[in-house]
């Protein structure tokens, strides 16, 4: 792919900022430059998707699966902080929280003056759209076009807010989704480069499935994960003192012991129609201690994964598209959600922790004649490298504000001899609403050093994951781990250092 300098990109977009011009035609000799189609999920489980190989098997997402088969899946895709709005903060930026801004879902908002990279791609030609949720508080900034959910957005017949005006639709959320990110592909500018982020609301707490979907399982009973009765012996109070329960903390519209109140009489009929007379055998049971626990699993699991056959379904209608009209050679599509989530490991939901489900987020990414097709990647990359990648494919210089890097070099598997080997993490929100302690640390291939700290709680941790996969057991302070303690705490000072995190967080971090 031919590029540009970094220079002569730069004045191509300093002098269409002074003039008003588009910088489109200084492009004009070069060669296509990529679409780019990014489609984003909440809260999807790596575990949820068959590319992966979860040993339960949760779910078959054929979909999604084909972009690892033609492109590449990446096994150790981590976040800098396992929650949603901070999560896509980074992902425009390619900063971590402490330098865009947004630390938490609580009152952080994201400033919308700072660089992102759907801004340097529409500065540079291309033509920009979001569709979905948004959850960044503030307008969106950079895209040619905008719909967007307000706040957390519902599952049936939404209320968006596009280009500023609030609408009302009928039907499914997913869905929707869907149609207006089709719709703006169909009538967009055809003679220019796009970029389209496609980003669902599924499948986020409460995990209402489409109608089409209630019973896709046949009433399946799901294995359980080895570790749902976790008591939590071998750590510390951090990990005991928490409200994000299966067994505690799922309330009665998680359960869908009560209907969500957005449903019009005609679907309210349908749901009813499939989860009353199951509630009702579910009451006269009279379940309780464990067996009410994995009957919330079980319920659990249908409504969530019954969420994700909407999104596989939706991933299938975005390709057929490119395919149809012949775009699907010079696109980039990456599939990736804001962070992991717990699917009953530990007894949880949610996210949050540096542990392995919730720092984990899934990423595949296909780009014919770039993109080796079917390797799998263990590298350790991040959301905060996705800005810098599409900049890079688009020919755009990186700004060196961003503290991610390009995955254009693993993309055609040729790993740079510098490519990092640990990952700083930092999560704030705190006490509400899951009550898990701010903590911070580092990870790498096999270990895991974090550290918790609140007034009451303060320690470090330790997790082997060569020897303890499933993170039972810190072994911080066993005399055999000193070294690596030493060592690990040596590279959080040091990757502290190189991405200037301060040394006290400003109190609204914590959203309190």
């Not at 096994?75 to 709005?85: E, F, K």
């Not at 801004?119 to 948004?134: D, E, F, P």
Request: aromatic letters at 12%.
């Amino acid at each position: 792919m031919k590029t540009r300098s970094a220079c002569s990109v730069l004045a191509v977009l300093a002098a269409s900022c002074v003039s008003g011009s588009s910088p489109t035609p200084a492009f004009a000799a070069e060669a296509r430059r990529p679409n780019i189609v990014f489609i984003f999920s909440d809260d999807h489980a790596y575990q949820a998707i068959s590319a992966y190989n979860d040993s339960r098997r949760l779910l078959e997402t054929p979909n999604i699966d084909r972009l690892g088969r033609e492109g590449i899946r990446f096994d150790r895709c981590v976040v800098p902080n396992s929650i949603c709005g901070p999560s896509r903060a980074s992902v425009l930026t390619g900063k971590y929280s402490h330098k865009n801004g947004f630390y938490n879902n609580t009152n952080s908002r994201f400033d919308g003056s700072q660089t992102t990279f759907p801004k340097l791609l529409r500065a540079s030609g291309y033509q920009t759209a979001i569709v979905g949720k948004w959850h960044l508080v503030s307008e969106p900034t950079g895209f040619d076009d905008w719909r967007i959910l307000p706040g957390q957005g519902i599952y049936y017949n939404p209320p968006m807010i596009h280009n500023g005006k609030r609408e009302q639709h009928q039907g499914y959320t997913t869905d929707l989704i869907t149609d207006f990110s089709l719709d703006w592909l169909k009538g967009r500018d055809k003679s220019k480069p796009f970029l389209l982020m496609c980003q669902h609301k599924a499948p986020h707490r409460e995990w209402a499935p489409a109608l089409r979907h209630l019973g896709h399982d046949g009433d399946r009973r799901y294995p359980e994960p080895p570790t749902l009765f976790d008591d939590y012996a071998g750590r510390g109070k951090a990990e005991h003192d928490q409200d994000m329960t299966i067994a505690a903390t799922m309330g009665d519209q998680d359960l869908k012991l009560t209907p969500p109140p957005y449903l019009n009489s005609e679907q309210r009929k349908a749901w009813d129609a499939y989860y009353e007379p199951r509630n009702a055998t579910f009451r006269a049971a009279k379940l309780e201690g464990r067996d009410l626990v994995r009957w919330k699993y079980q319920r659990y699991m249908h409504d969530y994964l019954g969420c994700l056959k909407a999104v596989d379904e939706s991933v299938g209608r975005v390709l057929k598209y490119l395919d149809d009209e012949g775009l699907a050679e010079n696109t980039i599509v990456v599939y990736s959600a804001d962070q992991g989530f717990y699917l009953g490991e530990h007894g949880w939901f949610d996210k949050r922790w540096i542990f392995e489900e919730s720092l984990r987020a899934p990423l595949l990414v296909r780009w014919p004649g770039v993109a080796q097709a079917g390797v799998a990647s263990a590298k350790l990359v991040s959301n905060i490298d996705f800005a810098e990648t599409f900049l890079e494919a688009a020919g755009l210089p990186v700004p060196a504000e961003m503290q991610g890097r390009s995955l254009l070099p693993l993309l055609k598997s040729q790993t740079p001899a510098d490519w990092r080997t640990s990952f700083y993490y930092e999560y704030y929100e705190y006490p509400v609403p899951h009550h898990v302690r701010p903590h911070y640390g580092v990870v790498t291939d096999r270990y895991k050093l974090v550290h918790f700290y609140t007034p009451d709680v303060n320690y470090w941790e330790l997790f082997d994951l060569k020897e303890d996969p499933r993170e039972l057991r810190s072994v911080h302070d066993e005399p055999a781990y000193a070294q690596v303690v030493a060592d690990l705490k040596k590279e959080v000072v040091h990757l502290r250092d190189q991405l200037q995190v301060p040394a006290e967080p400003p109190r609204e971090a914590y959203g309190r």
